[in-house]
């Protein structure tokens, strides 16, 4: 597993370039579960958008 730090620098590199959303597609993402809720927890986006899904300027991927 890399580092919290270095997924989270990574997905803010992400959102620099443009990308609004990101989808973890892994079996195994809630294994183990305390690494799987830090990463929720770092990645955590201040509020809602239209669509149900957390928003921010500095979290994300997908562009939109």
Same mark, same amino acid.
């Given at each position: 597993?890399? &580092?919290?730090?270095?997924?989270?620098?990574?997905?803010?590199?992400?959102?620099?370039?443009?990308?609004?959303?990101?989808?973890?597609?892994?079996?195994?993402?809630?294994?183990?579960?305390?690494?799987?809720?830090?990463?929720?927890?770092?990645?955590?986006?201040?509020?809602?958008?239209?669509?149900?899904?957390?928003?921010? &300027?500095?979290?994300?991927?997908?562009?939109?």
């Amino acid at each position: 597993m890399r &580092p919290l730090g270095e997924v989270a620098d990574h997905v803010a590199r992400l959102a620099g370039l443009g990308y609004r959303k990101l989808y973890f597609v892994d079996n195994s993402f809630n294994i183990p579960e305390p690494y799987a809720l830090d990463l929720c927890g770092l990645l955590r986006l201040p509020g809602p958008t239209s669509d149900g899904a957390a928003s921010s &300027p500095r979290r994300g991927s997908g562009r939109s």
